[in-house]
């Protein structure tokens, strides 16, 4: 494979993964955690993708000095996976918010008819 295709590759797919990371993010924002987790699964994919490529890069480079289009490509997928990484902790704090808010109405509701 030629390295260009190869450095190619690495973008696209953690651009793919940081994009259905954000996606998963902005469902979770809007309460809809099934299709969170639907694009967190996407994101891990193309995630796996990218890092085959990058295995093969590392294969193929040897001890070769990096270019630095190569190192470019392997932070873009890096950076990918620090962000999934925070957006999974995101989802899971705006979860346990969720349940947080459906406890306080039942509360209020009690409160409420209590009077």
Not at 70 to 77: G, V
């Amino acid at each position: 494979m030629e390295l260009e295709q190869t450095i190619f590759q690495l973008v696209l797919h953690g651009g793919n993964a940081r994009g259905e990371a954000y996606e998963a993010l902005d469902a979770a924002e809007e309460g809809d955690f099934a299709t969170a987790e639907k694009h967190l699964q996407q994101a891990e994919e193309e995630f796996l993708s990218g890092h085959k490529w990058q295995t093969e890069l590392i294969q193929t480079t040897g001890d070769e000095v990096p270019s630095f289009l190569s190192i470019h490509a392997q932070d873009h997928l890096m950076t990918a996976l620090a962000e999934m990484n925070l957006i999974k902790r995101m989802i899971h704090s705006y979860r346990v918010i969720e349940q947080l808010e459906k406890r306080i109405e039942k509360l209020e509701a009690k409160a409420t008819s209590d009077n």
